[in-house]
């Protein structure tokens, strides 16, 4: 069996990647002795939207010796014309000799200066749908051209062409050299943003399908899992309600996602969490709340809620996130503040449901689930299927496989604090950047064991001080890692995230919502910094996952 360099593509999903390719590849493979080592650029494809390696070359087949095939792969009809094959793409047509030429050139130009010496180097075009008619006016050689009528003979040519060779010296620097070709460790800081820019995309089909519906009253409760595009739908309805004039309101639950959420909309409306909304009716009225005391937010909630609302209180549009850490006793209070007619969204994930409040009934209400999680790597949500009770099951959907996610143990505090710089460590060796790279805790803030460090070995942390300026920002201290609660977090995301501080007993149903919401806060790599006590409840969980240990 041929060896496969970069590894791993056997476990990619074919709904973005170019499968054509992995069909060719996987053919490779398994009929190629292991003589051969062949290269390709299907990884990433889902980000980049390009499976070559080079040009037009989809796959290199290199010897022992370090001789190199590099095979162009054509899939559809061609066209014969007296200038040779054309392929017609959407918009145009292009010469296939004249595409595969100026690819093989410019790639062994390349390697004779790499080699400082002579590069021996085959081409071949692989066209499997395509018979040809007039191999002399092709543009090719006959002996380089493998059509639907040599399909079957495929590896038996490439042998023809390119024998196995015996072990040579420079069969190594050619190695060296075509794996910076293909960059089999790519910039992932040049990739983030390329899939962030691509996850928005895709997730924004909830905003659109959701936006297309019609009822009156305008009442949707969409019940979305993690990822699903709930934040693209809330700032589709807000930016709306803005362009035409009108206001909408956004009540959520968590603060920092009220921060978030209200520095990345337009002005003209009015973001805020539940509470802080009391808070503004309870001041409106000429009144200042008191926060001393347990009964502090229940006083707050109960005085806002006997308040008659202004007409500045009452909105256009409504749109009520997290809607599973509501009470149900809040419902008509928040609803209160829309028009008889206003559009109204309940946005929530039972996943996500960390405070165990019971589910706020909407009778009458239209429903939408959105189980598809487009923001996780496939690997993340296949370790959290195996945890997802009946009924709850989620579609991977990432243009990204991910790396494998990690699990790191410790014992003791000072083994936790070194775990927790280990894992940050790895990030930074998979090439993420210090601002793409989130320490979450298991643990509130009250209770953790981390959130109170300014610095961790040579990582500097940048957390929430408790303070607000006066534009009501939070105030951050200086560092280059975010660290937050699982908690603070919940409605956010970051490409790289270490969740640390994962103790417990037994798997149970609230263990598992924070594990939910702590992993899906990953879009690209995960770290997970477990007690050994933890880690024996879910070793069988990350054995059968195949995703390692630390």
Request: hydrophobic letters at 40%; one cysteine or more; aromatic letters at 8%.
């Amino acid at each position: 069996m041929a060896r496969i360099i970069p590894d791993g593509w056997e476990t990619m999903q074919q709904t973005y990647a170019a499968t054509d390719e992995l069909e060719t590849l996987a053919l490779l493979a398994r009929d190629l002795p292991d003589d051969y080592t062949v290269y390709h650029g299907i990884h990433w494809t889902r980000i980049q939207g390009e499976h070559a390696i080079y040009g037009e070359i989809d796959f290199v087949v290199v010897n022992r010796s370090g001789h190199l095939l590099l095979i162009e792969q054509k899939r559809g009809p061609l066209t014969e014309t007296p200038e040779g094959l054309q392929k017609q793409y959407s918009d145009k047509t292009k010469s296939v000799v004249v595409q595969m030429s100026r690819s093989v050139d410019g790639l062994r130009a390349k390697l004779v200066r790499y080699l400082n010496g002579p590069a021996a180097i085959e081409h071949l075009l692989y066209c499997p749908d395509h018979t040809v008619r007039n191999a002399s006016t092709a543009g090719l050689e006959p002996e380089r051209i493998v059509d639907a009528r040599r399909r079957e003979q495929f590896t038996d040519i490439i042998r023809k062409i390119l024998p196995p060779g015996d072990d040579l010296p420079a069969a190594e620097s050619v190695h060296c050299f075509l794996r910076d070709v293909i960059k089999l460790e790519p910039d992932v800081s040049a990739l983030v943003g390329r899939a962030r820019a691509l996850v928005t995309r895709v997730s924004g089909g909830l905003a659109y399908w959701a936006r297309r519906l019609d009822m009156q009253p305008h009442r949707l409760r969409v019940t979305g899992t993690a990822g699903s595009g709930k934040t693209q739908l809330a700032l589709a309805e807000y930016r709306a309600t803005i362009d035409a004039g009108k206001r909408p309101l956004y009540v959520c639950f968590n603060r920092p996602l009220a921060d978030h959420f209200a520095a990345i909309v337009p002005a003209g409306g009015l973001v805020c969490t539940f509470h802080m909304l009391c808070d503004r009716l309870v001041r409106s009225a000429g009144e200042v709340p008191v926060f001393s005391g347990p009964s502090a937010f229940p006083d707050l909630v109960a005085r806002a809620a006997a308040l008659p609302l202004p007409p500045d209180f009452v909105f256009d549009t409504l749109i009520v996130d997290e809607g599973q850490d509501f009470h149900p006793e809040w419902r008509d209070i928040v609803l209160r503040h829309a028009l008889p007619d206003a559009r109204i969204l309940w946005l929530e994930d039972p996943m996500q449901n960390l405070y165990d409040h019971p589910a706020v009934e909407l009778p009458g209400w239209v429903g939408m689930r959105a189980n598809v999680n487009y923001r996780s790597p496939h690997k993340v949500v296949r370790l959290l299927q195996m945890l997802l009770p009946a009924g709850m099951e989620i579609e991977a959907a990432s243009p990204i496989d991910g790396s494998d996610v990690e699990f790191l143990t410790y014992a003791d505090h000072a083994g936790l604090i070194q775990r927790v710089k280990d894992g940050i460590g790895k990030c930074y060796a998979a090439g993420f950047g210090k601002d793409e790279v989130a320490l979450l805790s298991f643990r509130g803030r009250e209770g953790s064991r981390l959130l109170g460090f300014n610095q961790l070995g040579t990582h500097t942390l940048r957390t929430f001080t408790g303070d607000y300026d006066g534009a009501g920002r939070p105030v951050y201290s200086d560092g280059d890692v975010v660290a937050e609660s699982v908690y603070r977090f919940k409605g956010q995301s970051a490409p790289a995230v270490v969740l640390a501080e994962i103790d417990f007993d037994a798997l149970d149903e609230k263990t598992v919502r924070k594990l939910f919401v702590g992993a899906t806060r990953a879009s690209m790599k995960l770290v997970l910094v477990l007690s050994e006590k933890a880690a024996g409840c879910c070793w069988g969980w990350s054995e059968r996952t195949s995703l390692g240990t630390g």
